[in-house]
C-alpha cells in the first residue's frame, strides 16, 4: 500500500510556483499529471508523501492550488480522499 498527497492547480504557473516555493523550504515534491480520477484546469499536480503533511500544511496559506486530495494506493486500486 503506497499513501500520498496530491495539490491540483488552475494553471501550470501555478503549479511551478508552488513546486519552487515547496522546494526553497527544503520539502521534497515532484509535478506529476493529475490522475485520470481528478480533473483540473491544468493536467498537472505537485506530489508529496505523507510524511511531509505537516510541513506542508503549515506553508499552504502562502501558496496558490485549487485542491488537496490524499491519495491511498493499493495494487491497481486508488482511492482519493478531498481533504482541502
Not at 500500500?1 to 516555493?21: D, G, R, V
Not at 511531509?52 to 485542491?67: D, H, R
Not at 491519495?71 to 486500486?77: D, L, T
Amino acid at each position: 500500500m503506497e499513501e500520498y498527497y496530491l495539490l491540483t492547480f488552475e494553471n501550470t504557473h501555478q503549479a511551478i510556483s508552488c513546486e519552487k516555493t515547496l522546494q526553497n523550504q527544503g520539502l521534497s515534491v515532484r509535478i506529476i499529471p493529475i490522475p485520470t480520477e481528478l480533473t483540473s484546469g491544468c493536467g498537472l499536480s505537485l506530489r508529496f508523501e505523507k510524511e511531509k503533511f505537516s510541513s506542508v500544511s503549515k506553508i499552504l496559506n502562502t501558496i496558490v492550488y485549487t485542491a488537496l486530495y490524499k491519495v491511498i494506493k493499493n495494487g491497481f486500486n486508488k482511492e482519493l480522499t478531498h481533504v482541502l
